[in-house]
């Protein structure tokens, strides 16, 4: 398996985590000193999360948010030496589901996911076709 095709199944492996509500799993793929920049303020209660507490506080925050949370990763492309992810996430509030789209920069210390940075994902799309082009 190559450095980026086993970055990439470490992201889909945290993704899988959260959606079948397996905080281990999630913490499993990552650093202990991770940090953590979502970009959908709206559904998380902090801009940054740092360390394993800082994922469980995450977790923990929006499993008390919403009714129901399902994140679904769609894609991974390279990023450089990072991992670009492309997620679905879909949110139950009062019965009803709602659905976004994120990009994520996830970055590595050895194995284990050290950075998410949440992006916007059509200019984190366009920015990664063009790091494509400057290899």
């Keep these: 398996m190559t450095d980026s095709s086993h970055r990439a199944h470490q992201v889909r492996a945290f993704y899988e985590s959260w959606a079948r509500k397996d905080l281990q799993g999630m913490l499993a793929v990552t650093h202990p ?40 990763l769609d894609e991974t492309r390279e990023y450089g030496d990072a991992i670009a992810a492309f997620v679905r996430l879909r949110f139950k509030s009062g019965g009803e589901w709602t659905e976004a789209r994120v990009g994520v920069v996830c970055r590595f210390d050895g194995d284990l996911i050290s950075e998410f940075e949440g992006r916007d994902p059509d200019e984190l799309a366009e920015d990664a076709v063009l790091r494509e082009r400057s290899v």
């Excluded at 925050?61 to 949370?69: G, H, P, Q, Y």
Aim: aromatic share 16%; glycine share 10%.
């Design 33 to 72: 000193e991770i940090e953590a920049r979502p970009v959908l303020g709206v559904i998380y209660d902090s801009s940054a999360y740092s360390g394993h507490g800082g994922m469980r506080r995450w977790y923990e925050e929006v499993d008390a948010r919403w009714e129901d949370f399902a994140p679904c």
